[in-house]
């Protein structure tokens, strides 16, 4: 595996080693001592996998209990995953980094607790797989408006278009007025 660092060092893009040939692929997706000791030591309770259509944004998503780790990747179709750093007490509070995963580059995405989460499909479809350190508790869960400019996230939309958004996505809180960890 090859840990690549993002603009945020404590965001991680992780490579696997893929074995192909004529009949497919074999790649190792998670093994804990790897992970332990080149990215963090941490512990998974929880695995999540969803679908979406070509232009749905979903997030940029958080819970201020049960403050979640995520391992993050696309295993068809294409994403720009972005993750935002929701920290007081970090040198990258404010920052986001955005890293494009898809099922051709097999890259995954380690973004620890206290960030913000969310996604854009490029491709027609996606589906996203992702490993949590906690559980979902949807009574402490926050949104961060994708669209907010004091963050300024590019993701890449193209020029007349406009991202789908979830009912709750629409009502992400600003920056300002959002939930901040410690």
């Known amino acids: 595996m090859n840990i690549i660092d993002t ?40 695995d999540n996998q969803s679908r979406s259509e070509k232009n749905i944004l979903r997030g940029l998503h958080y819970q201020s209990v049960n403050t979640q780790g995520k391992l993050v990747r696309v295993i068809r179709g294409e994403v720009f995953d972005v993750a935002v750093d929701m920290r007081k007490s970090s040198p990258t509070f404010g920052k986001w980094t955005g890293v494009l995963l898809s099922e051709e580059n097999k890259r995954q995405l380690w973004i620890p607790e206290g960030f913000a989460h969310g996604f854009y499909v490029i491709s027609n479809d996606a589906e996203f797989v992702y490993k949590c350190t906690d559980y979902y508790n949807p009574k402490h869960e926050h949104t961060l408006a994708w669209n907010d400019e004091a963050i300024g996230i590019t993701w890449p939309i193209p020029e007349g278009e406009h991202p789908i958004l979830s009912q709750k996505d629409k009502q992400g809180k600003s920056f300002s007025e959002s939930y901040l960890f410690d």
């Open 7 to 46: 603009e945020i060092p404590d965001v991680k893009i992780i490579e696997p080693v893929v074995f192909g040939d004529e009949r497919g692929f074999f790649m190792e997706t998670w093994q804990q001592d790897k992970f332990s000791n080149f990215v963090c030591d941490v512990n998974f309770v929880q």
